[in-house]
């Protein structure tokens, strides 16, 4: 099967992982907020190694109207990757999250993990996703804070079971550098993720576009993706959204989303 043309409709096993939200939904050019500023209501939490709805040492708390990922609770990392899921799925959106990266890595955290966060897109349900399961299958929106020096770019996109198409061509790269800017320090940085379903994703930071690409889909050589995959179908029409926790402390003071018709 050619992966890169054959676009193939979702079938209802694959629905029951990836259910898009009923109506109720945003009326156009209607922002609502995801994150509340006082609580995680509408949020479930799935850690490495713990139940789904365990939010082991307060990882993910609210303070001061913001959404933290902390790990003052922790002696080590260990292996600890976090998410926090949104309660309902989408698939034609816009999505806009202001965030910054603050204090030091947690001990035992990946060297790659420094200051380095995620907003899963297209994601597996938090309630299909194994116990020990790392990382969510879906497509990552890479969020990097610089190091003091250096180039590193942030929105970028990392494949955790997925692939998609650039170009004409399926790219199979876990990670994939974006166009931005690095943004040093504790300041704060708005990414907007313009979602079109399977045809068209669009990645902006500060108001500037940085990435473009489509045809999102599962990777059927991937252990956790080949669970998902019923009667050869691969291509994702959407899914979760979730927010990382990887070891950096970060914060998260506005995550809202705008529903596109589709």
Known sequence: MNL????IPATLALLAVFTFAPGGRAEADEWVQLFNGKDLSGWKVKITGYELGDNYANTFRVEDGVLKVAYDGYEKFDGKFGHIFYEKPFSHYIL??????????TPGGPSWAFRNSGIMIHGQSPESMAKEQDFPVSIEVQLLGGGGQGDRPTANVCTPGTHFVQDGKLITRHCNSSSSKTYHGDQWVTVEVEVHGNKLIRHRVNGEQVFEYGEPQLDPNDADAKKLIKDGQVMLEGGSISLQSESHPCEFRKVEIKVLEE
């Open 4 to 7: 890169l043309v054959h676009r």
């Open 96 to 105: 806009r999250v202001e965030y910054r990266f603050v204090g030091e890595q």
